[in-house]
C-alpha cells in the first residue's frame, strides 16, 4: 500500500506524501471497503493516527514518523480504551509518571485496532493522579515497539472484521522518553 501511495495521501510532499485531498482519503476507503477487504485499520493509520503526528508534533517528531507512515514502514495504533474504561475516556487507570527525563508508563488497553502489528502507539495515559476534574490530567505519548516493558496480548476474535487485528496492549514500567510525549503535558484529553 505504501509503495503504491495509498497511505496517508494527504501528507505534505516534504514527508513524503502526495498532499492529496481528503476526497482521495474518503474513495480509498470506499474501495477497500467495495471489496469487503474488512480492514479498517488502513483509514485508522490514515486519517486518525498520522493526523495527530502532523497536527500536534514537533519538528523533530514529524520528520521522526511520519515519512515512515507514508512508506508503511510505520504502521501505527491509538491506545484510549482499557477492560474498565470505554466511553468515560476520562476514568483511563493507565498512569505515566514523570521521572527525570522521561515518564514511566503502566497499565493495560483492549480493542486497540492495529494492535498486534504496530510499530508505533499513541497511549492516552494519566500524568497528574489530583487533577480535577479528571480529564484535565490526561496527556499522549507515543510508545514504539521494542520498548522494554511492552507487550501485546490476544489478538481478539470478533464478530467481523476478521481481517483486521484487534488486540490487547500491556505497558509494565515502560520508559518513554519526553521526546516521545505528543502535544503537552495534559492536553491529551482535549487533543
Ligand atoms: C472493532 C473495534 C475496534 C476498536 N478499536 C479501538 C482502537 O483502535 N483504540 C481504542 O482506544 N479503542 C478501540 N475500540 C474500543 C472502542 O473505542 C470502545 O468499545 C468504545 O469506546 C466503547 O467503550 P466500551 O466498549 O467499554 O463500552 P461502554 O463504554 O461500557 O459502553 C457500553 C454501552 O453503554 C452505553 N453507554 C456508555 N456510557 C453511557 C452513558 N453515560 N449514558 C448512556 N449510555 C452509555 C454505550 O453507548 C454502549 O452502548 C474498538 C472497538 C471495536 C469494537
Not at 68 to 81: F, L, P, R
Not at 170 to 191: A, H, T, Y
Request: proline content about 4%; charged content about 25%.
Amino acid at each position: 500500500m505504501g509503495e503504491n501511495g495509498f497511505l496517508c495521501p494527504w501528507v505534505d510532499e516534504a514527508y513524503g506524501g502526495l498532499n492529496a485531498d481528503f476526497g482521495y482519503s474518503v474513495v480509498f476507503n470506499e474501495e477497500i471497503e467495495r471489496v469487503g477487504s474488512g480492514m479498517v485499520g488502513f483509514g485508522l493509520h490514515n486519517d486518525i493516527v498520522v493526523p495527530y503526528f502532523e497536527t500536534y508534533g514537533s519538528d523533530k517528531q514529524k520528520n521522526r514518523w511520519i515519512p515512515k507512515c507514508v512508506t508503511g514502514e510505520y504502521v501505527t495504533a491509538i491506545a484510549m480504551t482499557e477492560p474498565d474504561a470505554g466511553s468515560d475516556l476520562a476514568g483511563i487507570k493507565t498512569t505515566a509518571m514523570k521521572q527525570g527525563d522521561h515518564y514511566v508508563l503502566n497499565g493495560q488497553k483492549t480493542f486497540i485496532t492495529n494492535g498486534i502489528h504496530a510499530d508505533l502507539i499513541i497511549v492516552v495515559a494519566k500524568t497528574d493522579l489530583k487533577a480535577e476534574p479528571a480529564h484535565k490530567g490526561i496527556s499522549l505519548f507515543v510508545v514504539e515497539k521494542d520498548m522494554p516493558g511492552f507487550s501485546r496480548g490476544r489478538k481478539l476474535d470478533k464478530v467481523g472484521l476478521h481481517s483486521q487485528d484487534t488486540a490487547e496492549l500491556f505497558f509494565e514500567d515502560v520508559k518513554v522518553p519526553k521526546e516521545n510525549l505528543l502535544g503537552d503535558d495534559g492536553s491529551g484529553f482535549i487533543i
